[in-house]
């Protein structure tokens, strides 16, 4: 199937633990996304890389670091986890100018 | 300023026609978009439209865009009770070599049957 996948689909951890969390997508498609849905449903862009370069970091603390080995995948490592970080991260990717294609969501939970 | 705004919560019967209103502010963007998203489920692209069109018609869905007064909506016909799930419209903006998406609060559809 093509598609957006990514692991794992829950996650529940501790404060201050580091976790990290995968994305792949085999559409071909060059620019992938990181987009954080918090408790109210308002989902908010975090990152988005283009050909493995990132090009948009929307003012996110540098606990959270993006890595993209190669254009089909973009993972997102995250340290010294708190209680705010609670929230479903989704992950995307699009073609040139056209619309994002979702993951379903990694709901984390840090207790 | 980027800011997309929706109406919280929309309750039909089913059969009954849902209109789903959103506004938005940056005048440069060249496409909108309408997605759904189920309970526990990713975000599933319905429908968009091109900045300059008026309609869009696409089966049961109508969108439609009044690019003077930046407001869109979606108007789905024979509701069901499948549709029941959250919208949210996005608007498109080019940053650099990529689009980025800025949603608005979404709207909870409540299907009666």
């Known amino acids: 199937d093509t598609a957006v996948s990514q692991t794992p689909k829950y996650l529940v951890t501790q404060m201050g633990n580091d976790k990290s969390i995968k994305c792949e997508q085999n559409?071909?498609?060059?620019?992938m996304y990181w987009y954080k849905q918090d408790s109210k449903k308002f989902l908010k862009i975090m990152f988005s890389?283009?050909?493995?370069?990132?090009?948009i970091n929307e003012t996110v603390p540098n606990r959270f670091s993006p890595k993209s080995p190669d254009k089909a995948h973009l993972n997102l490592h995250i340290n010294s986890l708190e209680l705010g970080d609670s929230a479903v991260y989704f992950c995307a990717s699009s073609p040139p100018g056209g619309s994002l294609h979702f993951g379903n969501g990694t709901r984390l939970t840090v207790t | 300023g980027e800011d997309v705004e929706q109406s919280l919560f929309l309750s039909v019967r089913e059969g009954d026609s849902s209109v789903i209103n959103c506004t938005y502010t940056?005048?440069?963007?060249?496409?909108l978009y309408w997605y759904k998203q189920e309970p526990g489920a990713g975000l599933q692209l319905l429908t968009y439209i091109f900045s300059n069109m008026d309609m869009k018609q696409d089966q049961r869905l109508t969108v439609l865009l009044n690019k003077k007064d930046k407001h869109l909506s979606l108007r789905i016909a024979d509701t069901q009770t499948g549709d029941s799930a959250i919208y949210f419209c996005a608007e498109s903006i080019q940053s650099g070599a990529t689009n980025k998406l800025i949603f608005g609060t979404g709207t909870l559809l409540a299907v009666q049957p």
């Open positions: 559409l071909g498609h060059d620019t």
């Open positions: 940056d005048s440069s963007s060249t496409y």
């Open positions: 890389y283009n050909n493995k370069e990132l090009i």
